[in-house]
């Protein structure tokens, strides 16, 4: 399991666009992350213009 953390966010949407599982969520608070639907590409941390996502655990299939 992978997954990323989303502090700071400025609202831009970018990393909804850019997720190819759609694993970001927009909610009332900012945005989430489905854990289950994540796989750890890190391609939304790669595309935050305010490095606002930070990965949580070793991506899969990476490194
Ligand atoms: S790491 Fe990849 S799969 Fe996970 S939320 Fe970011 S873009 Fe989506
Ligand atoms: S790319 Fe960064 S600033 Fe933009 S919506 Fe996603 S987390 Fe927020």
Known sequence: MAA???GACQGCG???LTCPTHAI???PGGLTVREDR???CLECLEICPVDAI???A???GER
């Open 25 to 27: 969520r927009p909610t």
């Open 4 to 6: 990323v953390t989303i």
């Open 14 to 16: 970018a990393c909804l």
């Open 54 to 56: 930070r990965a949580t």
């Open 58 to 60: 070793e991506p899969r």
């Open 38 to 40: 994540c796989t750890g």
